[in-house]
Every structure is written in C-alpha cells, then in structure tokens.
C-alpha cells in the first residue's frame, strides 16, 4: 500500500487553492490510504521575515483548519514539523548529495529570492527539507497542487542519488497526487492564488465576505456587456464552479453564459451558493473546535509520536547505511 505523505505551511489562513489543490485530496485519501501522515510545516514558514506571535498564531490556526477541513486524526497522523527533529537531521543528510546549482535554478527560490535584499540560505534548502519531510516518511506519493510538482522533483532525485551512493533501494521515489483544480487562480486570474499575492478567499470567511470578493473577480475579458456571450472555459469564476458546482450546475451555468442568457452576476450568485454549501460544515467545525482546543493539541500530540516512530526507525537504519552508527 502507497504511503501518503504531505505538508502545508502555517504562513496564512487556509484558503480555496490549498483546500482544492491538496487538502480536499488528503481528507479523501486517508480514508484509502490508511496511516497517511499530514504535517504543518513551520520551518518551512520561517525561511522569510516573520513575526514570532503571528507565526504562533498561524500553526494553532492551520491545524485547526485542517482538522474543521475534515482531517481526521484516527485516520491520519497531523503534527507539527518542528515537534519530529528528525525532519532537520535527515535534511542535513540531504544537503551532502544535493548539488548547488540544482536549488539555485528552482524557480520558487529564483521568484522569492529576486525581491530580497540578504537571502537567507534556508529559502535555498527549502526543498531540501522538504525532500526529508516526504522521505523521512519513505512516502511515494504527495498529494499537492500543480506549484509543487517541480519541488517533488527535486526528492526523487534525492531519493535516486542516495539510493545509488547507498547502494540501497531504500527510499521510494515520491510521486505527485494532483486533483483536477491543481491550479487555482487569484481573484484577478492574472497569477495562483497565494497567501503572499494576497489574492485568496480563506476558508474561514463568513458569506458576505466571500462575496465581496468574488463580486468584483475578474471573468472572461472579452464579455464587456451583458449581451456578448462569454467563453466558460477561459472564465475564472467558470473554474470555480467546477470546483463547487455540481455537474448539472456546471453545465447549465455554461450554456447560459456562452449564450448570454445570464450576466456575470447570476453566474456569480449561483457560485457562491456552491460554495456556502460545502464551507458552511467547515466554519462550523473550526468553531467547535475553537471552544474545545484540546482536541486540536491531542491530536498533534498523538501525530507527533506516530510520526517520531517512523522517523526513528528511518533514521536508524539511514545512519546505518551512511556509516554513521557503530564505532569500529
Ligand atoms: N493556488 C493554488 N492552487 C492549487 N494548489 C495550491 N496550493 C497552494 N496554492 C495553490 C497547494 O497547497 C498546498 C500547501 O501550500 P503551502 O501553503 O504550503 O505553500 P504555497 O504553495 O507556497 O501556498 P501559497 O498560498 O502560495 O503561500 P505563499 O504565498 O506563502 O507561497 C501545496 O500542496 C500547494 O501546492
């Protein structure tokens, strides 16, 4: 049976590209994938400038989340990344085999990096760590969104380098899982929704909220009046009601807008009633479980000890293999 492995960083609120492009396929693999092992990857969050009670703020909070999201904690490990130290040290073992220019040519790094005056050396090793987060698990497939992909890259050729220097076929070469919306756009369908473009909807906001921004959000540019037909299929809202809408919703949706039987707006309102749906139940939870925050820190307590389990016995039997264990 694969082993699903797969992180998300406590930098923001949760929003509808995280939930669509990863979190809606981990809730619904734990379930086939028994053992799944989900992580809040707080050094990850620090690689930029961060203040320490915002970030303090954001771990409770994108725990909660992801269990309001219907992470379910007898089905799937979630912990916090800096409780299993062996994140780090497996990373350190990475560095070794990683070639420099390698790091240098991902074009996160590049994009992150082009906008700082210092650049810390961690935003380079950022996908060196994440290729310890996924092996330490020796994980083969990573439920992420489309961003990802060239970042798991990188921990397949780690896996295969550290496989051939061991002599070992030991570590899987991890796979990405993505879901039909591996890419959701910003409200302004220029670039990704991203916590840092500040373009997302959380999945935390009330109705109105959504509304108002989903009101302005740009549709097909083409449709200047109401009475020119647009074109669904280059339509962000379009691909937001194949995230919520039903099949028949969808279809019909498009037929009246490549038609111009309905404006925008109409497109619009039958979209946010698509989405009320299915985050309502998630508000809910992420308030219940703000009145019981116990549940949230057993369940990364229980998480965190899985976790540390498997993480001993890799790093055990890695030392081993590197010649890191008995003295001669
Ligand atoms: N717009 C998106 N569409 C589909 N999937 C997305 N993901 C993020 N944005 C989209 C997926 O969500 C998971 C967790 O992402 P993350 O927060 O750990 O890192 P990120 O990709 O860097 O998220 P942001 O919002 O874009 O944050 P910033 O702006 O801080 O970099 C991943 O599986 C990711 O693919």
New binding site residues.
Partial sequence: MARIF????P??EL?I??Y???VKNWVRLQDTHPGAIYCV?DY?AITGTYDTAVLRARRWGMAKSLLAAGVDPSKAALFMQSDVPAHTELSWLFTTLTPLGDLERQTQFKDKSSKMESIPAGLLMYPVLQAADILLYRADSVP?????VQHLELARDTARKWNAKFDQPYFPEPKPLLTP?????GLDGQA??????GN?IALHETDEEIWAKIRPAVTDPQRVRKSDPGRPEVCNIFQLHKAFSSDETQTHVAQQCSTAGWGCMDCKKVLLEGMVLELTPIRRRSEELDAEPARVLDALADGAATARAIAGETMREVRGYMGLDVLA
């Avoid at 797969?6 to 960083?9: H, K, R, Y």
């Avoid at 992420?144 to 990802?148: A, I, N, R, T």
Wanted: no cysteine; proline share 0%.
């Fill in positions: 797969s992180g998300i960083q930098s923001g929003h590209g995280n669509l492009g990863a990857v990850h992420v969104g489309e961003d990802q919306t591996r890419r959701i756009m990704k929704m991203s916590k840092s473009l997302t």
